[in-house]
């Protein structure tokens, strides 16, 4: 077996349409139905430039078949620390961080040819934007 890419990340949150729209506003995702769940207020799919989904919100009332209402934590209960994904266009992504008002913070790592943004999601999780090369 080989790990080849990072496929998704689920995000249990009590408001799926801001969440929702964080993403499709910050990282210019575009917000598509989940299978089977018509409502997005319950769930939705964040696709990326190639269509990917690789944001998956969802409320705790959206679970998989074995899980009981027990085994879903509240949003923001730290079970995720960071979300770290690879991105292109790191000077555009700063200007609509400023043009929306966000807080974020930056880090630069000339050695590795790498710039980094780090911002925190409405539900606390906080996601590093890797940008190598930029």
């Known amino acids: 077996m080989t790990i080849e890419a ?21 990282l210019d995702m575009k917000i598509r139905e989940a299978p089977g769940i018509p409502d997005r207020t319950m769930a ?3 696709c990326d430039r190639k269509g990917r989904a690789v944001i998956h919100p ?14 879903v934590q509240d949003p923001g209960s730290g079970r995720i620390h960071h979300v770290a994904m690879r991105a292109t ?7 609509r961080l400023e043009a929306q008002g ?3 913070d930056v880090n630069h790592m000339p050695e ?8 925190h999601e409405p539900n606390g999780i906080q ?7 930029e």
């Open 6 to 26: 990072l496929d998704h990340v689920n995000i249990r949150t009590s408001d799926v349409v801001a969440t929702s729209r964080f993403f499709a506003d910050v």
């Open 44 to 46: 939705a799919w964040l």
């Open 58 to 71: 969802g409320t705790s009332e959206v679970r998989y078949p074995w899980e009981t209402e027990s085994d």
């Open 89 to 95: 266009g790191y000077d555009a992504l700063i200007a």
């Open 102 to 104: 966000r807080t974020y």
């Open 112 to 119: 590795f040819g790498l710039r980094q943004n780090f911002i």
């Open 127 to 133: 996601l590093e934007l890797n940008f190598f090369g």
